[in-house]
């Protein structure tokens, strides 16, 4: 029984849970929270919005996320078993039980008043997107760059949404004064594969139109072509980086899929069920990439191994080089930080 609009077909257990979902009727019908698919929204209230970020190979030093949890159902995302710490599974509970933080704005303007604050830029969508689709509605990241832009700070944003055209305002803004970057994830221009990855993500026809309106805007922006999952998607590198290079982007980034914990299991479950013919040698080079597992721990969990991966980083080498060569991302303006309240003792 396939889930439609939805990227994870099964619960999975919470590792810190003694009890967990079983199946026993192929069907399903044991299970009725399996069939009820509609979104839930549960408001927090958390002390902070930013996230000081530490040890971390990320060339950021805070992070921020207005929403835990994400309804654009990535099979393959890495922020789904962060899902389990909130007391929900990785599998359909990241994807249909969306926490949203209503005063992140408020806290956001009271961390920049802070006497200790340090500026450096924030990475918006850290976690989970930013531009999820209920953002239409709650506009929480729209405030959030509004209090970025009142401050002068420094943001960068990832997202595989088109939702951010509709900020295109305070983008503009941003970027005149180098204060933002925008990242959008492009992981195929299959549409096909698009929808069965990442259901609930805007098409491929939009996220390229996105990509064009940001550059034209003015709007400093790079494409990460993340997750590259060897087998499925890997071949499209050149054409992914040609295209998105004529649309504008500065610069390409990747990242190799990692099975981290518990999405293994959803994503094993995705490809056999999605792929059936195909699944065999994608899960076999991921574990070739990932030394024999279907992720990497520890230390080397950034890392990739064997002869796949080497093509993989080849194949980027040269099409950056042909398409992108001379492009560069403008640096942040760290020195254009500015509290209102200061500014008005001057007066």
């Keep these: 029984m396939e889930l439609k609009g939805r990227g994870s077909q099964i619960q999975v257990k919470n590792r810190f849970f003694k009890n967990e979902y079983k199946v026993e009727h192929i069907e399903g019908v044991d299970i009725p929270d399996i069939q009820n698919i509609k979104t839930q929204f549960i408001p927090e209230h958390p002390k902070k919005i930013v996230n000081t970020i530490k040890g971390s190979t990320v060339p950021f030093m805070y992070s921020m996320n207005p929403y835990q949890g994400c309804e654009h159902g990535c099979v393959y995302c890495y922020a789904r078993e962060s899902h389990q710490y909130w007391g929900y599974g990785a599998g359909l509970d ?9 005063e992140a704005p408020e806290l956001l303007e009271k961390q920049f008043n802070a006497k200790n604050w340090k500026v450096s830029p924030i990475m918006l969508s850290g976690n989970t997107d930013c531009y999820q689709p209920i953002e239409r509605k709650l506009k929480i ?19 595989k949404n088109a939702v951010i055209q509709r900020d295109i305002d305070i983008l503009t803004q941003l970027a005149e004064q180098n204060l933002v ?5 492009i992981t195929s221009l299959d549409n096909k594969l698009r929808n069965a990855l990442e259901p609930r993500t805007a098409s ?6 996105t990509l064009e309106l940001l550059s034209k805007n003015n709007i ?3 494409v990460m072509a993340a997750p590259i999952i060897p087998g499925l998607n890997s071949h499209e590198i050149p ?17 190799t899929v990692r099975l981290n914990g518990e999405i293994a299991e959803i994503f094993e479950h995705w490809i056999k069920e999605a792929y059936p013919n195909k699944a065999n040698k994608v899960l076999n080079q991921i574990r070739e ?9 520890g230390k080397n969990r950034m890392k990739t191994h064997g002869e796949t991966a080497v093509m993989i980083k080849n194949m980027f080498k040269v099409a950056r080089n042909k398409h992108l060569k001379g492009r560069e991302i403008p640096k942040y303006n760290l020195n254009a930080f500015l509290r ?8």
Aim: hydrophobic content about 35%; some cysteine; aromatic content about 8%.
């Design 340 to 347: 209102p309240s200061s500014q008005l003792r001057l007066f």
């Design 239 to 255: 054409n992914i980086v040609k295209t998105v290079a004529e649309l504008g982007a500065l610069s390409v980034g990747y990242t």
């Design 289 to 297: 990439i990932n030394n024999g597992n279907l992720y990497s721990k």
């Design 141 to 159: 990241t729209r405030r959030l760059l509004e209090v970025c832009l009142k401050y002068k700070h420094p943001v960068s944003i990832l997202t």
């Design 181 to 185: 970057r925008v990242g959008l994830s």
């Design 94 to 102: 990241f994807e249909r039980k969306i926490i949203y933080k209503p």
């Design 204 to 209: 491929i026809k939009k996220k390229l139109e």
């Design 220 to 222: 400093p922006t790079m």
